[in-house]
């Protein structure tokens, strides 16, 4: 099977570039999806971030409050790291399973979508890595819109990660996201289609 890396930045596009992959049959793993699972009530992990983080940090109905977690990990790195140190063995360990299963049941192409692949050095677990480009104003711009935060704070959240830049040079492929969502997608299709060759030829020994 084909195991192939997605990534980009946080707020590039990836999610749009993961649902024109999974229409095309192929299988995406999303790690930010894995973490609200593994944390979730009465979890280990959950248990782990109340003692690292307070109690404050949960909701009236005792899950997660991701948003309050988020601003106070964005504007502390240590505290980033600590959380990080918490979800990131875990979500790469549940990867790796689901990634089995599907191996096993003959999927030719499997994709793990996350924004912190490269960060965490996890990219080099891949056959391939994509990486969604994107420019930072307009990551900027889609943080406001899609979570409400003002731009001192988007701007923080993205410059907590690599620059987009550093991860374009590692990558096999690269996604542009500076134009239209149709444009995206269009992209995002082509990407399927060279993915799916790519597996056909890993299938039949071609690598």
Do not use: C, Y
Not at 121 to 133: M, N, S, T
Request: glycine share 10%; hydrophobic share 45%.
């Amino acid at each position: 099977m084909l195991r192939v890396g997605l990534t980009g930045g946080i707020a590039s596009g990836k999610s749009a570039v993961s649902r024109v992959l999974a229409r095309r049959g192929i299988p995406v793993i999303d790690a930010d999806l894995l973490a609200r699972e593994l944390a979730g009530p009465g979890s280990e992990a959950l248990r782990e971030i109340t003692e690292a983080f307070g109690r404050e940090i949960l909701a009236p109905d005792g899950t997660l409050d991701r948003a309050r977690l988020g601003a106070i990990v964005f504007s502390d790195e240590p505290k980033r790291r600590r959380l990080e140190g918490i979800l990131h063995p875990r979500i790469r360990a549940e990867q790796d399973r689901r990634l089995r299963i599907l191996e096993e049941q003959g999927t030719p192409a499997a994709v793990v979508d996350a924004a912190l692949m490269v960060e965490g050095g996890a990219w080099k677990r891949f056959d391939l890595l994509v990486v969604v480009d994107s420019s930072e104003e307009d990551q900027i711009a889609r943080l406001r819109k899609r979570n409400g935060l003002d731009e001192a704070s988007a701007r923080a959240r993205v410059r907590a990660q690599i620059p987009l830049p550093e991860k374009v040079k590692l990558a096999d492929r690269v996604v542009d996201n500076r134009g239209s969502l149709a444009e995206l997608e269009a992209q995002a299709e082509a990407l399927a289609d060279w993915l799916l060759e790519r597996a056909r030829k890993k299938s039949a020994g071609g690598g």
